[in-house]
């Protein structure tokens, strides 16, 4: 009955860990919950008002397909700004949401049998959205000791005949880690030397910790940036995960053709979202550093506090807000008559045993890990982290 493509994919695994805790809060279990993939923070009141302001002036209609002109306006400011690149109108689109930019994005580029490199461990949505879209993922395995950055070398190992383009996120999602410009650079040549097309989600652009900077591949050259179409959004950096705003910028003709496509499926974003945008990106910018510093000060305690439990180890994340911590050493463990084989079997134990919600490393391409947010408050953290430490040492 249903069509060969709706079959190849699975729902997202965060968005149904998160539903799994949530439903055991619901039943009355007191759940620590690590799961969440978005901040706990409110949206700012300033934005709330504007749109507040912008449905008692009736601005509840369609707009353009591709977003109102004065939020284009306001995010070529943004590139300017923060990433020292030029765009015009016509190079881009604001969508239902980052996710919704990266699927329109697979539907224009992609051809069956189209080969599409992600580097691994990999944010959900990018293998089901290529395999929807007729294309092929191809994994390419990054390590720890490299702070789980791709190298060149092994991107240009994997390129054949059918690659099309590469799947880049700074700061990443699930790791937290954040690429540096000569990494950068030297996957920059060989992408150009290949030809490929470059989509690079930045969503956590702003959310960057211990003086580390993101860098938009785009703006190492303007070669570059005709190759790049970079993915970016307003639901982390402002605590909008909920309006699905988010927008892309890169070359004209395929800008054109995202949203040739949204045109056919849902139309403009939603119209009070958008003025809610243009005041988020034009307004004052102090609720970003706020979040930032407060998250900062759980990264560290939360880092801390996972490295000193014996047998688990975790980089120290310097973006987004998610520790990834190598949980391999508990896997051949029993207890009772459960046995820990993989990340998932251990987020279950630590599910329904210790009441911690997290995601599995699996979902994100490796088994080595599990991922927990942060976005969630101090004293969660501590109680949640205390359990997981009693869990673990039950282990045997
Ligand atoms: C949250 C997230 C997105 C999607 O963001 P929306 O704008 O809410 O659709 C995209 N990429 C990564 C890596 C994310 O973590």
């Not at 959900?124 to 993922?137: C, F, G, I």
């Amino acid at each position: 009955m249903l069509s060969d493509r709706a079959k190849r994919i699975k729902p997202s695994p965060t968005l149904a860990m998160d539903a799994k805790a949530k439903a055991m809060k619901t039943a009355g279990f007191d759940i620590v919950n690590f799961g969440v993939g978005e901040p706990d923070f409110d949206t700012p009141e300033n934005i709330k008002e504007a749109a507040i302001r912008a449905m008692r002036e009736g601005f509840t209609k369609y707009t353009p397909v591709g977003g109102i002109d004065s939020l284009k306006d306001a995010i070529i400011e943004k590139f300017k700004k923060d990433n020292n690149l030029n765009y015009t109108r016509e190079e881009i689109i604001v969508s239902c949401g980052a996710k919704h930019s990266l699927y329109n994005i697979a539907q224009a580029l992609y051809n069956p049998g189209d080969e599409v490199l992600i580097p691994s461990p990999y944010w959900v949505s990018y293998p089901d959205q290529v395999m929807l879209n007729d294309a092929v993922p191809v994994f390419i395995k990054t390590d720890e000791s490299e702070s789980f950055m791709v190298k060149a070398d092994a991107v240009e190992a994997h390129i054949t005949k059918r690659t099309k383009a590469i799947i880049l996120n700074s700061p990443s999602n699930p790791t937290g880690l954040t690429y540096d410009r000569k990494t950068l650079e030297e996957i920059a040549e060989v992408v150009l030397r290949h030809g490929l097309f470059i989509i690079s989600d930045e969503v956590y652009e702003k959310l960057t910790y211990d003086g580390v900077n993101h860098i938009s591949i785009a703006s190492l050259d303007n070669e570059l940036k005709s190759r790049t179409i970079i993915v970016n959004g307003l639901s982390k950096s402002y605590a909008m995960t909920g309006w699905r705003i988010g927008f892309a910028a890169g070359p004209k003709e395929i800008i054109k053709t995202m949203t040739n496509i949204q045109s056919q499926s849902t139309s403009n974003p939603n119209s009070i979202a958008q003025k809610a945008a243009v005041e988020a990106l034009t307004g004052p910018q102090d609720f970003i550093n706020i979040m930032l510093s407060e998250f900062d000060k759980r990264r560290k305690f939360l880092i801390k506090e996972l490295n000193a439990i014996t047998g688990l180890s975790c980089l120290t994340p310097t973006g987004a807000f998610y520790a990834f911590p190598n949980t391999s050493q508990f896997y051949g463990k029993v207890i009772g008559n459960r046995n820990i084989e993989s990340s998932s079997d251990l987020a279950l134990y630590l599910l329904e045993e210790a009441k911690v919600g997290l995601v599995h490393g699996g979902a994100f391409g490796d088994d080595n890990y599990i991922r927990l947010s942060y976005a969630t408050s101090i004293e969660e953290i501590k109680k949640g982290v205390d359990r997981i430490r009693d869990a673990l040492l039950k282990l045997k």
